[in-house]
């Protein structure tokens, strides 16, 4: 059963930081690409950032480039996503995700059909 678990969520004021994690179990971690998605109430869940099985291809959203930076330690069965420069429009739940294969394929790395399994989310909020 594989089983994907955030952490590392909480209250920030804005310009601070946090790190999220996102630990992996169930399958071969390194045969698949990882991502973060996330979703503010009210609001469709949005791309934040991705990679794919090595960490060497990396993907953002345009208001996440200079401030978010994705990677994975496949040593660990863990993605991470380091947030810098938080602003209060970040505030969201915070979702990891597991790829259908290694590597994506042209832009399917912001969508969410190309992913097959979730985690159940942290809380990020950041106050101004």
């Known amino acids: 059963q594989v089983q994907l678990v955030e952490s590392g969520g909480g209250l920030v004021q804005a310009g601070g930081s946090l790190r999220l994690s996102c630990a992996a179990s169930?399958?071969?971690?390194?045969?698949?690409?990882m991502a973060w998605f996330r979703q503010a109430p009210g609001k469709e869940r949005e791309f934040v950032a991705a990679l794919n099985w090595s960490g060497l291809s990396t993907y953002y959203a345009d208001s996440m480039k200079g401030r978010f930076t994705i990677s994975r330690d496949n040593a660990k069965n863990t993605a991470y996503l380091q947030m810098n420069s938080l602003k209060p429009e970040d505030t969201a739940i915070y979702y990891c995700a597991s790829g259908r294969g290694p590597f994506y394929s042209g832009s399917d790395y912001s969508r969410t059909t190309g992913y097959n399994y979730w985690g159940q989310g942290t809380q990020v909020t950041v106050s101004s």
């Open positions: 169930g399958r071969t971690f390194t045969n698949y690409a």
